[in-house]
């Protein structure tokens, strides 16, 4: 049977609704699915006007969706722990009878320090009005909050949702913009500072891990639409996921990051060691030469090691079986590569996204190790707000759960961007080669974004 176009499936789900008009059908969430033919998601997105927008692009590209409005949404702008955040969970968990409902959004990068404005420290919500992309099939979907005291707003809300839906249009031309102003926090001076308090052999005896970071805030000389920025990354880098969250006009996150934190398939867990850099080579030649160095560099296989035990370490107590690579492989981007190596597991029964979440995030890829001290010294010393930089970014699922960690990033609020980048410090690291590796790690998003 052939599929119908956007908008007969628009009018599909209108009809619907009008057959739930006297009561919900159940005390939960309710979603309403049309297949239809299908239209480019990000390009939807971007022509669409409500507030929140929400999209998602899976590492390989398989999986993909662009979501607008809210059903319901979670949001801890203030102090938050681990037992708010699970009653939450489970709050969502019990409301979804079974269907295959998503909650979208994020943790920021240290939930026990102010985030962003607009982001929160933690925010999850599950959209108005859906489109998703598996493989060449694309459903439309439509939630209702069937616990509401009053349905009849619900319905006419849902309804006045489908009517704004604005019809896709082609994503603005790409261009690069006149850089204005530029400013580096911490500054190359205070960096060096840093590098040498954590390389110091007493520091590194109790924290042998630190991954310093740095905003680097771009004034430009006009407003940057974040969805063509987006496409253009993903064009650079097509094995990474492409996300991007805007919760209010004029600030967006969008991110275009090589590393997973973890994918659920029902118990089956799969997450990685991404940590050990270096760039791509200007040949093929050179490139192969620069692989075989970073795979024998023994600063670099020490840090993707210490990653990995740790990931190993967390998982076991949540885990029926753990597998991991003996030996880190090859990750590779358009401007640099990483040691990157595989962790399987199975997870028990009863343990939930939540504490794979709390229990993975942050990996020592993006905090350091020990945690706890690792990221009190962050906290201390790094000098600004990282905010979902780092964080943990994707959604909850009923049988399928999957989040990235949020390196690769851009802050984007009209003409002003704040572009993040991080290093591994470890004994033996220098500051000069670990500033160089932040540049290389911006690289790609400054050639898409500057005039040279």
């Known amino acids: 049977m052939t599929a119908a176009t956007l908008t007969l499936a628009l009018n599909n789900l209108h009809s619907k609704l009008q057959l739930l008009t006297h009561a919900p059908p159940h005390n939960g969430v309710i979603q309403l699915s049309e297949a239809f033919t299908?239209?480019?998601?990000?390009?939807?997105?971007?022509?669409?006007?409500?507030?929140?927008?929400?999209?998602?692009?899976?590492?390989?590209h398989n999986e993909e969706c662009a979501a607008i409005g809210e059903c319901r949404q979670y949001v801890f702008t203030g102090p938050v722990s681990p037992e708010q955040l699970d009653a939450v969970y489970q709050e969502l968990r019990n409301q979804s009878h079974g269907q295959d409902t998503r909650y979208y959004g994020g943790c920021a990068f240290d939930?026990?320090?102010?985030?962003?404005?607009?982001?929160?420290?933690?925010?999850?919500?599950?959209?108005?009005?859906?489109?998703?992309?598996?493989?060449?099939?694309?459903?439309?979907l439509l939630n209702l909050d069937g616990l509401t005291n009053d349905?009849?707003?619900?319905?006419?809300?849902?309804?006045?949702?489908?009517?704004?839906?604005?019809?896709?249009?082609?994503?603005?031309?790409p261009k690069k913009y006149p850089l204005l102003g530029r400013s580096d926090l911490p500054?190359?001076?205070?960096?060096?500072?840093?590098?040498?308090?954590?390389?110091?052999?007493?520091?590194v005896s109790n924290t042998p891990k630190v991954v310093l970071s740095r905003i680097s805030q771009?004034?430009?000389?006009?407003?940057?639409?974040?969805?063509?920025?987006?496409?253009?990354?993903?064009?650079r880098n097509p094995n990474s996921y492409q996300f991007a969250f805007q919760f209010a006009d004029n600030n967006c996150f969008i991110s275009c990051s090589p590393e997973r934190l973890f994918k659920r398939r029902i118990n089956e867990l799969s997450t990685e060691a991404l940590a050990g850099t270096t760039t791509r080579g200007n040949s093929d030649e050179e490139d192969k030469a620069l692989a075989e160095a970073l795979l024998k560099d023994s600063k670099n296989s020490h840090e993707n090691q210490l990653v990995a035990q740790h990931i190993i370490d967390s998982l076991t107590p949540l885990s029926q079986y753990i597998g991991a690579d003996e030996t880190p492989s090859l990750f590779k981007l358009n401007r640099i590569q990483h040691l990157h190596r595989s962790i399987t597991a199975e997870i028990k029964p009863q343990v939930n996204d939540l504490q794979l979440l709390l229990a993975l995030h942050?990996?020592?890829?993006?905090?350091?190790?020990?945690?706890?001290?690792?990221?009190?010294?962050?906290?201390?010393?790094?000098?600004?707000?990282?905010?979902?930089?780092?964080?943990?970014?994707?959604y909850f699922g009923k049988d399928h759960s999957e989040f990235s960690v949020a390196i690769r990033s851009a802050l984007i609020a009209n003409s002003k961007i704040s572009l993040f980048a991080g290093a591994g410090i470890v004994q033996g690291s220098n500051a000069d080669a670990e500033w160089n590796e932040l540049e290389n790690k911006l690289a790609t998003i400054l050639s898409l974004l500057l005039e040279l």
């Open 38 to 60: 299908g239209v480019p998601p990000l390009a939807w997105l971007a022509c669409q006007t409500q507030l929140p927008k929400v999209y998602w692009q899976s590492r390989g």
């Open 111 to 140: 939930l026990s320090v102010p985030s962003w404005d607009d982001f929160g420290r933690a925010r999850f919500v599950l959209p108005r009005l859906e489109v998703r992309r598996n493989g060449q099939e694309y459903r439309l």
């Open 151 to 173: 349905w009849s707003h619900e319905l006419k809300q849902a309804s006045q949702a489908i009517n704004q839906i604005q019809p896709a249009r082609p994503l603005p031309a």
């Open 187 to 203: 500054n190359y001076s205070r960096w060096c500072e840093l590098v040498a308090q954590v390389t110091h052999p007493e520091f």
């Open 218 to 235: 771009l004034q430009l000389a006009e407003a940057v639409d974040p969805w063509s920025l987006l496409a253009l990354w993903q064009g």
């Open 362 to 394: 942050p990996t020592p890829a993006v905090g350091g190790l020990p945690r706890a001290s690792a990221m009190s010294y962050i906290r201390q010393q790094e000098g600004y707000r990282r905010g979902w930089y780092a964080g943990a970014c994707g």
